[in-house]
């Protein structure tokens, strides 16, 4: 689907407003979230790209991702895409964002995504089957072993995963597995685990 987003400066800045497909055709830098669930079995939840997506379809992805449309705040539009993707609905506080990341990928000679990621990480307690996919953007959902998706990351094309940058999953690893050890620690403590639930 196509939507107004903004383009930006090297700072970040908003330079000016476009159409996502006039981004992409042209190669301009603009911004996107990334949502990435664990659950405390120490499980990634990935989404399969739907096979009609010009960007690695049929490979395995990020939980959830999305652009940011324009005007539009980094948290709200994590929200947003998480509820239009598989269907969950969340609120700001079940967010805890971990930085940004830069990618740049030359599909073809009319799709180049030049994007920053807005990366963000939420705790699951849903089965796969409480949640909704979005059949235009994606095909599948499953959960994988953390240490296990580590490993694949080492070959992604070899293994079917979308092949982002290794630094940017040794961030995403390397932040879930932190926020996991805190997580198990205070449920262990008896402390209250929020929960997310489906809308």
């Not at 939980?63 to 005007?71: E, F, L, Q």
Request: aromatic fraction near 10%; glycine fraction near 4%; charge should be negative.
């Amino acid at each position: 689907m196509d939507e107004l987003i903004d383009i930006l400066n090297p700072d970040l800045t908003v330079k000016k407003t476009c159409l996502k497909s006039y981004a992409h055709m042209h190669g301009l830098f603009h911004a996107s979230v990334h949502i990435w669930f664990y659950n405390l079995n120490s499980e990634l939840l990935l989404q399969k790209r739907a096979n009609s997506k010009i960007a690695f379809p049929n490979l395995w992805d990020v939980s959830v991702a999305g652009h940011i449309s324009s005007g539009e705040k980094l948290i709200t539009a994590a929200i947003r895409e998480i509820e239009e993707e598989i269907g969950l609905t969340v609120s700001e506080s079940d967010l805890k964002f971990i930085g940004n990341f830069k990618e740049y990928f030359k599909h073809n000679d009319s799709f180049i995504d030049n994007e920053i990621h807005y990366i963000y990480l939420s705790q699951l307690n849903n089965k796969l089957s409480d949640l909704t996919i979005q059949k235009d953007e994606l095909s599948d959902l499953r959960f994988i072993n953390i240490n296990e998706f580590e490993k694949l990351t080492n070959n992604t094309l070899e293994n079917n995963i979308v092949p982002h940058n290794k630094e940017y999953y040794k961030l995403i690893i390397t932040e879930i597995k932190k926020d996991w050890h805190k997580k198990k620690s205070a449920k262990k403590s008896g402390l209250i685990i929020y929960i997310n639930k489906t809308s």
